[in-house]
């Protein structure tokens, strides 16, 4: 039985307009019961394809990268999903502040601190403020900077990866993939998972009258996350970029150079634009 397409006005036969492909509505899919099935059913199939692509990238460093650029993609969600994802969560967990800096820490710690101390002086003659009243707006402010401002971290590794791991049959969204994959396992397991499993152990000893400071200070937590993200980092670019251990080895102590670079200048982004803004 011929009918009227509702989108183009053509004549066709069977479920699918063959000029447009618009679906014939059938009765049952204007009811309650349907809908719900299909909100079901989305949820349930999106939440697979993202935990699959969260367990590929943890367990197998690199694997989501080499299948992207092969096209192998149907089974996974994207990434760049997954990486917003893992920065809501540490948006909307208040004591997460690995990427965060405060003011002191830019004009005392950084290499512009010369140029962030005369800034910060300029804007607190211009406010007749004192430097506390300044601070403690600019450390506000600068928190939730610092964590929306993330996903600059992935374009200045991504750059990184296109110079030191660049190959002939890669392309830049090669590298853009495996800068997501390094910057979501740095979110979920160096920063998250990290920080919730430190957070309650460090109050519930303090609570108990036991310093942890000799054993949980800054410099150790910086070594633990260093090594877990070179043996990351080195596991991805052997799969992502196919080369051997040693070819690995070497472009990973570079990465860890470059990251190391990246993070100053989202740092110093950090800085300009909580200036700007506070």
């Known amino acids: 039985m011929e009918k009227n397409c509702p989108s183009c006005n053509s004549e066709f036969t069977g479920n699918y307009c063959s000029n447009c492909g618009e679906k014939q509505m059938l009765p049952h899919e204007r009811t309650m019961r349907y809908y719900i099935g299909r909100v079901i ?3 349930t199939f999106a939440e697979s394809k993202m935990l699959n692509t969260f367990w590929t990238i943890i367990r197998k460093p690199g694997t989501v990268t080499n299948d992207f650029s092969k096209g192998r993609r149907i089974v996974y969600s994207s990434p760049i999903g997954l990486f917003f994802i893992g920065n809501l969560i540490y948006f909307l967990i ?27 002086n300029k804007k607190i003659e211009q406010r007749e403020v004192s430097l506390e009243e300044y601070e403690k707006s600019f450390n506000a402010a600068t928190n939730s900077n610092a964590k929306l401002m993330l996903i600059i971290m992935v374009f200045l590794v991504c750059f990184g990866l296109a110079i030191i791991c660049r190959k002939q049959d ?13 910057n979501i396992y740095n979110l979920f397991v160096n920063t998250i998972l990290l920080g919730l499993l430190l957070y ?6 303090a609570f ?6 000799p054993y949980l200070n800054d410099k150790i937590i910086t070594i633990v ?9 080195f596991a991805a670019i052997k799969k992502a970029i196919q080369v051997s251990n040693l070819s690995a080895a070497l472009r990973c102590l570079m990465m860890l150079v470059w990251i190391g670079i990246s993070l100053q200048t989202y740092r110093f982004l950090l800085f300009l634009i909580t200036y700007l803004t506070v």
């Open 41 to 43: 059913n989305s949820i």
């Open 94 to 120: 208040p004591f997460l502040e690995t990427f965060n800096t405060t003011l002191n820490v830019h004009t005392t710690m950084m290499p512009y601190s010369a140029f962030a101390n005369k800034q910060v």
């Open 170 to 182: 890669k392309f830049f969204g090669d590298y853009f993939i495996l800068s997501l994959e390094i």
């Open 200 to 205: 309650p152990i460090v109050y519930l000893f």
């Open 208 to 213: 108990l009258g036991v310093d942890l400071e």
């Open 225 to 233: 996350i260093l090594i877990s993200l070179s043996i990351f980092l």
